[in-house]
């Protein structure tokens, strides 16, 4: 299995957290080195010192993280080299792919390498090399892909802090934002115009709020690729998990009314709530539903491949009661959709106790949120959002340009809509923000919700990097001597953001109909921040790389996938296969092609032989492409194995 290592130019892996349920933890101490570099130690890995290295080790005892100091290298690929010889000197696999991102962070020079694993092995395996003047500090990372997963957290609040040791942070603080006259929106939008050419991504909406008004929202490129139909601040896009934060806000208007609190079991509310674990079902306060601070792990692949029509919305806690932790209560930050899905269900239900879990929801959210702060637009009817005015979605197709996601497939969030299954448009959005803004007033200065409830949503719950926190529904980042509050959306051709930063009364809303749209959101907070406070310019060159680096990852990742299969790979195939949690998986062919169809839809698949002797089939409709399933044999019946970070799942040859 081919691995691309993420290019954050901060050393930085992907972002996941620490918990801290109580109170504050304190900081831990920065460590300097010796060899120039400084960062902050891995939360609750050991560590130790030695040969010019600083080792931290997982409590699970299967990972390593390690920042090696190297003298005198060649070049990145020698400086790497050299430190693996330092830290295991038996290691002799080459680099896969070495990307060059722009160096930030105070660095003169940043490369990023990825290596080739096996689906076996369930390894991760990254380096990444730095240099300060002659000056070359490596990061080394090879873990089981469970732990890793489990605590990139952890691992990310120290990778991220790595800098030269005599480097000062880039900060706003104290810094007063600038008014977002017509020549800084002109500036915003033009770059956004020009990054969504370069990343193919169709259409955005977009509104910026100030001064408590918004002042500007409408609507950049188009609804549909070989359309003239225009985004406009009205147009409907899928805002997935940015729904979260909304459903919080309904249980916040739930404790104004002290119909609940936060501090209150789940199980005394809605005593059918049942979590894999007794221990940690008797733990869960109404405040721990969407904290990501359960030890539940992410669990999607049942709702991914395994949603349909009828699947109703009491499959959240029935899957839940299935589901057990992987770490400790309050240990680690894990996102898990199915507890944000049980938050807002819990809250329409208390409401409306004699109505279907869904119904009850979708009541409550329209007479609690939508309405009262304005937002027409804001439904979870499907076919209400695609009657008219709405974005349809795109992903990159095999071999790269985009192509249409098939929306059915993004219905299969509806059963778990409190988590991500709203529809709304950068109308609603802005008039959501500035009610975060506002802190619960409305614009004639009566209140919607109490300010202490909704600030109880921003409380940390558990950190998400250096500076930054995750809360219920909304994450902060204060690394930049500011605290921007801000929660993201994905789902398949769907990628938006929204921030605020109370401190100035600035807030943003993107939405885009891509899934290229995801790079787009980091340049253009980055863009925002540049503008707002005369930042350093970065996010013109960190476009340009995105791109060239895009490239070639995505050539490197599929050069080896045969787009429409080894016919002697698919001749292997059972017609029919199933799995008890997963469903049925059946594989056809249609006009020359082979195709997966799932409970969630279908998918035209390609096939792969991996290292160590296998074949995979790989999906390769856009918004799936890349997803693969092992070819094997189990008991004498032929499987399908797939793989999230910390699950297994066999689809097995069935009869029928």
Known sequence: MKRIAALAASLALAAAPVAVLAQEAEAPAVIVTDWGAQLLPVPGWTHEERDGMLIFTAPEGDATFALVGVDDPKDARDAIAQAWAKFDPSFD??????????????????????????????????????????????????????????????????????????????????????????????????????????????????????????????????????????????????????????????????????????????????????LGSQETTDKVLIEHLICACTGLPRKDMQFVFNTGATTPASDTFAQLAATQPTSGFGEVFQYNNLMASAAGYIGGHILYPQMELGAAFDRAMEERIFEPLGMDHTTFDYAEAMAANWAQPYARGFGGPIKPVPIEWDYMVRPYRPAGGAWSTAHDMALYTLNELREGKKADGSTFVSAANLLKRRAHSVPIGEDAWYGMGLMENASKGKSIFDHGGSLLGYKSDFWFIPEDGVGAVLLTNSDTGQTLLGLFQRKLLEVLYDGKAEAAETLAAAVKLGEAARAKAFANIEENGDPEVLARLAPRYENPELGPLLITREDGKAWATFTSGKSSIGTRHNDDGTDSIVLTTPGLLGSAFVIGEKDGKRILRVLDAQHEYDFVESAS
């Open 93 to 274: 696999r080459p680099i896969y792919l070495l990307q060059e991102p722009p160096p930030r962070e105070g660095w003169d020079y940043i490369g990023a390498a990825a290596y080739e694993t096996s689906p076996a092995e369930q390894l991760v395996l990254q380096a990444s090399a730095a240099r300060k003047g002659d000056r070359w500090n490596v990061v080394l990372l090879r873990g089981a892909v469970a732990t890793v997963a489990k605590r990139a957290a952890q691992l990310n609040q120290s990778a991220a802090s790595i800098r030269p040791a005599d480097f000062q942070k880039e900060t706003f603080a104290g810094k007063p934002a600038n008014a977002l006259t017509s020549a800084r929106i002109a500036e915003l939008t033009g770059f956004l115009e020009e990054a969504m050419q370069q990343l193919e991504v169709p259409g955005a909406g977009l509104a910026l709020i100030q001064d408590d008004r918004i002042v500007w929202e409408g609507g950049l490129g188009v609804r549909a690729v070989g359309s003239d139909a225009p985004v406009d601040k009205d147009t409907s896009f899928m805002i997935a998990s940015n729904t979260k934060g909304m459903a919080t806000l309904l249980l916040a208007t739930l404790v104004d009314e002290g119909r609940l609190k936060w501090d209150q079991k789940v199980t005394e509310v809605y005593p059918a709530f049942r």
